[in-house]
């Protein structure tokens, strides 16, 4: 959540002691039950303090009884309040690391997740939906990106019922997790000090600024990078020089005459697919912090991938029409375009980097490819309903616990839109109702020409061929449109006249894409023949990059 001025926080602090917590007699649950014991010591922001904590898991669909043994975890834990402003609610939301008896990490598998130490329990309480997180997660994991995995638990914190809590993962550099080589205090040169790195823009900086004021800014402040991997503590002085100076270049690239360059441009720096995926999840949720805040940026070693990756997603309880400022609540509207609505922002601006990136015309043509496919599968209406109603099936019985627990149903919780909902349902109904709207509103703003536009006209055949990224690393992904239903037939040639690959296509009307197994091939040029049986034929010059 966004930093607020003391008189808001003041507010928020009135309003939220409103509600205080009510106790609940709880016996057993259909979700995990999470106990722990602080043994008297009062949780604090920082450090983590010691304590007992104990899992009844019994297994998908069984019933978890309060009197059942620990049978999941059982043992010792660092815990510590986590989040900015959400510390203000009287449910906090907490960093857990799991420790042996010497307060040292040990790493396990919770919930059939990869072994980690590090996890977080996530208090919705302004979040009355619940799963708002859940859905940006879930939305960015299905987009084809790790993203934090998340479990619904009820939570008994000294012997006191505290609630539904999402227990989620951390983003943090881990084969499980955001896969980038580990950081050695001796990588200084070569290879190995070009990755791997994670860093975020926030509006606490422990890294670096940027060198350009956002757009729209009515103040001389610059976005604020922070150092996530490696930490502040471990980064040296090299790594710190490298990851600040690529950045720079990338933004520097960006802002040159030369950025829609497909060799020297910004496509030399950054994986623009992953940028497209971050936007698209940024935009369903219209998320008020999107691009700005807790948004999280990673970079590989060059000799496995040299661009800047956008995400992991983190941090929507304020997306999805839950922020009653800066056009948060809204259907209609960009969130990469919050500079121009709340220019004297303190807590933080976009970069240019959004505004300039929907000037690339291929980068557009692109994105309009990529929500056309993307619109038909996983955000269709039907998908995404389905999506909410299995978390409401999950939690139906527990959700009344909750809400008895912290009886802020129709209540005003800050940032909460008006009209509030009086009941869980109308939380669910009105999440569904702005979500479809949201949707809708996207598919007629988002640019809608070239390759991917749904007019085929523009085509000066019977049919036409793109590609989605050129140069291209991994697989190649083509777009072909058609004006009609016909079969083609495609060829991939190299510069030595090889015959790659041949293949035949049924195309229907409109667009569809096609992915080329270019794992085996080298770093090089190749050409992409089309053809169909009238003769048209179409070349497409592709290069795989090194």
Not at 292 to 301: C, E, G, I, Q, T
Not at 506 to 523: D, F, H, K, R, Y
Request: glycine share 8%; net charge neutral; charged share 20%.
């Amino acid at each position: 959540m966004r930093a607020l001025p003391c008189l808001i926080l003041a507010l928020l602090s009135f309003c939220c002691s409103t509600f205080a917590q009510q106790t609940v007699n709880f016996s057993s649950s259909n979700l995990p039950i999470i106990v722990i014991n602080t043994n008297g010591q009062e949780i604090v922001n920082d450090p983590k303090v010691m304590a007992d904590m104990g899992i009844i898991y019994n297994g998908e669909g069984n019933r978890n009884q309060i009197t059942d043994p620990f049978n999941h975890y059982n043992g010792k834990i660092g815990i510590e309040i986590r989040g900015q402003s959400s510390q203000m609610f009287p449910m906090k939301s907490y960093s857990l690391e799991l420790w042996d008896n010497n307060a040292d990490g040990v790493d396990k598998s919770l919930f059939g997740l990869p072994k980690e130490s590090d996890w977080v329990l996530y208090a919705p309480y302004t979040d009355k939906t619940l799963m708002r997180n859940f859905l940006a997660y879930t939305l960015s994991r299905n987009l084809g990106h790790w993203s934090a995995n998340c479990r619904f638990v009820e939570v008994v914190l000294n012997g006191k019922y505290v609630g539904i809590y999402v227990f989620m993962e951390k983003i943090k550099r881990n084969k499980g997790r955001v896969n980038i080589p580990k950081m050695e205090k001796t990588d200084e040169s070569g290879d190995a000090v070009t990755g791997g790195y994670i860093f975020s823009l926030d509006k606490e900086p422990n890294g670096w600024f940027s060198q350009y004021t956002p757009p729209y800014s009515t103040g001389n402040q610059r976005p604020q990078f922070s150092y996530i991997y490696p930490k502040p503590e471990y980064i040296n002085n090299a790594q710190k020089a490298y990851i600040k100076s690529y950045v720079d270049s990338f933004e520097n690239v960006l802002k040159s005459n030369q950025f829609q360059d497909p060799l020297n441009g910004v496509r030399n720096f950054a994986d623009l697919n992953s940028f497209m995926d971050y936007f698209i999840v940024n935009e369903v949720g219209r998320n008020v912090d999107g691009y700005r805040l807790s948004s999280f940026f990673y970079k590989d070693r060059n000799s496995i991938n040299r661009k800047i990756v956008a995400g992991p997603v983190w941090d929507y309880d304020l997306a999805f029409r839950n922020a009653d400022y800066c056009n948060g609540n809204l259907t209609s509207g960009w969130a990469y375009d919050f500079n121009t609505v709340c220019p004297g922002d303190g807590a933080g601006l976009i970069p240019f980097w959004w505004y300039r990136l929907m000037e690339d015309t291929a980068y557009t043509a692109s994105l309009r490819c990529r929500w056309n496919d993307l619109r038909s599968t996983t955000l269709s209406v039907n998908n995404l309903n389905h999506l909410i109603d299995s978390v409401v099936h999950l939690v139906s019985e527990a959700e009344v616990r909750h809400f008895t627990a912290w009886p802020v149903l129709g209540q005003y919780v800050w940032p909460n839109p008006q009209p509030i909902p009086v009941s869980y349902d109308g939380e669910i109904a009105t999440l569904k109702d702005w979500l479809k709207t949201r949707l809708e509103w996207i598919d007629r703003n988002l640019p809608n020409k070239g390759k991917c536009g749904e007019n085929t006209a523009d085509l000066a055949g019977s049919f036409g061929i793109w590609s989605r990224e050129n140069p291209f690393l991994g697989n190649a992904e083509i777009r072909l449109k058609s004006k009609t239903p016909q079969i083609v037939h495609m060829q991939v040639i190299d510069m030595s006249g090889r015959k790659l690959s041949a293949r035949k296509i049924e195309l229907i009307t409109g667009n569809q894409w096609v992915s080329l197994n270019a794992t085996g091939w080298p770093a090089g040029i190749y050409l992409i023949h089309v053809f169909n049986d009238t003769g048209e034929k179409q070349t497409l010059k592709m290069i795989k990059a090194y």
